[in-house]
């Protein structure tokens, strides 16, 4: 079945060490998000790539990059994790940007920050 | 600036009961609205979708929502609820035109008992 993954479901990190969170996807979308969503609070974007142009939400904070080296993957980077980077990272891909599409996600990695 | 309310965090229900899950929103812009479910530990999936044309919209699995533009309002309903309907529940708007940006609502935990 055509869907988005995301590796690791579950990260440990410690404060202030880089960590890495990876997605794929088998659904050949051209767009991709990456969204943080802490505890009982709304899935927040930080940014999305269309295609290869990255687009960058504008509270994103600059402790967070991202990369996508092909269509299939996309990697979110945290350059310094603090306490408060806890959360769930949530993946989505859309075929286009419309507007009108559907998002399809992928089952979240929850972050933890010791 | 669009945002998306939802204003019970939680909704006790027996099974079979009917349930609604508020969910309004307010935009200065023509929206898309959706409602997304988040089973536990799975990423969110798409319930159901307004875009234009009947107000009222139904989901494969016995849900519906109706949009009202007076009331800025895209409330979910199901007049009998099972078990398996647990889960939590978020509604989300994106302008409607040329972006896939989504603005969640923070959520409503449905639970169902037996």
């Known amino acids: 079945d055509a869907m988005v993954i995301q590796n690791p479901r579950y990260q440990v990190t410690q404060f202030g060490k880089p960590v890495t969170l990876s997605c794929s996807q088998t659904?050949?979308?051209?767009?991709m998000y990456w969204y943080q969503q802490k505890s009982s609070q709304a899935p927040k974007l930080l940014f999305h790539?269309?295609?290869?142009?990255?687009?960058n939400e504008a509270d994103t904070p600059d402790n967070f990059q991202s990369r996508r080296p092909n269509t299939s993957f996309c990697f979110l980077d945290i350059r310094s994790p603090g306490l408060g980077d806890a959360a769930m990272y949530l993946c989505?891909?859309?075929?286009?940007?419309?507007?009108?599409?559907?998002?399809?996600f992928g089952p979240g990695t929850r972050l933890t920050v010791t | 600036a669009q945002s998306v309310t939802q204003l019970d965090s939680q909704v006790p229900v027996f099974e079979e009961a009917p349930v609604e899950l508020r969910c309004n929103y307010s935009?200065?812009?023509?929206?898309?609205l959706f409602w997304y479910v988040q089973y536990p530990n799975q990423g969110l999936q798409l319930l159901l979708k307004?875009?234009?044309?009947?107000?009222l919209v139904e989901s494969i699995n016995g849900f519906e929502a109706e949009f009202n533009k007076s009331q800025t309002s895209f409330h979910l309903r199901k007049p009998s609820v099972h078990i398996s309907d647990t889960a939590e529940y978020f509604c989300?708007?994106?302008?409607?035109?040329?972006?896939?940006?989504?603005?969640f609502g923070t959520g409503t935990r449905l639970q169902v008992f037996p």
């Open positions: 989505a891909t859309s075929r286009e940007r419309t507007g009108s599409g559907e998002q399809y």
């Open positions: 659904l050949n979308h051209n767009v």
């Open positions: 790539y269309y295609d290869k142009d990255f687009n």
């Open positions: 935009s200065s812009v023509s929206v898309y």
């Open positions: 307004y875009l234009s044309g009947s107000t």
């Open positions: 989300a708007v994106s302008q409607s035109y040329n972006t896939d940006k989504l603005i």
